[in-house]
């Protein structure tokens, strides 16, 4: 009888390989911006979608008033000059000033105090209860990632690192501290509306909540060379139970795995404190 040991052996591999795929982000359908599945997206969201509506409102304004002039007047109509009155002018000029000011000064101000209260406010989440510290390593071409062991320091003997491979749990601020050791890179999350540069001798953060469990894609937003492309990874939001589950398994193996000689290995850096 044929041993049944081949088969489990090319089962394992099929069932590796569905996990593998399994784990590549879904792609974007339809049109517009790619799904949000933050906590603060939507004031990303709402900017922009502010932005098109108003430059949609005046090419269609401006529009109605070249085709009404042309439909009314036609061909045999003799070209009029008008320079208008001072009082047409300063009528007209106020006006737009006055839409033009309170637009600007409404989306300043808004940009303010969402960059303040949220996206660059990285005391605030982290010290919200449960709050992840992550650090990312930008280099040509790959994210190398470390988590801090249980008792929060990084570079010690159960430190996780993982490679293009973010995971956190859903429900909770997630903090990344960002560093290069070679270029530019720019870490970009797109489902999460964030996006930071990783520079060579600088720290950066970087801060989002995800909403909802699934695999979304990280990228890079700069060009850092020939093979800036595969810089793509995978940041996995997991329901809180799954991710304390996988940093477990994930620690114990980083435990049995420390070696304390290999320092190339301890690229981890003491948390800054913003
Ligand atoms: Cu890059």
């Known amino acids: 009888m ?3 040991r081949p088969l489990a ?12 795929a399994a784990a590549a982000p879904a792609p974007e359908r339809g049109y517009g911006l790619p799904r949000d599945v933050s906590l603060d997206g939507a004031r990303v969201d709402e900017l922009l979608h502010f932005t098109l509506l108003a430059t949609v409102t005046i090419f269609v304004v401006v529009l109605g008033a070249m085709a009404f002039s042309f439909l009314r007047h036609g061909r045999a109509h003799p070209a009029r000059y008008t320079h208008g009155s001072r009082r047409s002018v300063g009528v ?18 808004r940009t303010l105090l969402d960059l303040n209260g949220h996206f660059w406010n990285f005391a605030r989440a982290e010290e919200q209860p449960g709050a992840v ?15 801090p062991s249980a008792q929060g320091e990084f570079n010690s003997a159960d430190d996780v690192v993982t490679l293009n491979d ?3 749990p859903a429900g909770v601020p997630v903090v990344i501290q960002l560093a290069s050791t070679d270029v530019i890179h720019s870490f ?5 509306r964030v996006k930071r540069d990783a520079v060579p001798g600088m720290i950066n953060s970087i801060t989002f909540q995800g909403r909802e469990p699934g695999e979304y894609e990280i990228a890079c937003a700069q060009h850092c060379g020939p093979n800036h492309y595969k810089m793509r990874g ?26 304390a000689t290999d320092s190339e290995a301890h690229w981890g850096w003491a ?4």
């Open 2 to 4: 044929r041993s049944p």
């Open 9 to 20: 052996a090319a089962a394992a591999a099929a069932a590796a390989l569905a996990t593998r």
């Open 92 to 109: 007209l000029v106020a006006t737009v000033a006055v839409i033009a000011f309170g637009v600007d000064v409404t989306m300043f101000v």
């Open 133 to 147: 510290r992550i650090e990312v390593n930008a280099h040509q071409w790959a994210w190398a990632v470390r988590y």
């Open 166 to 168: 973010v995971r956190v």
């Open 188 to 192: 970009y999350l797109p489902n999460f």
């Open 234 to 259: 995978i940041l996995t939001v997991l329901a809180p139970e799954d991710y304390r589950r996988w940093l477990e398994t994930a620690r114990a193996d980083a435990r049995r795995g420390y070696d």
């Open 271 to 274: 948390w800054r404190k913003e």
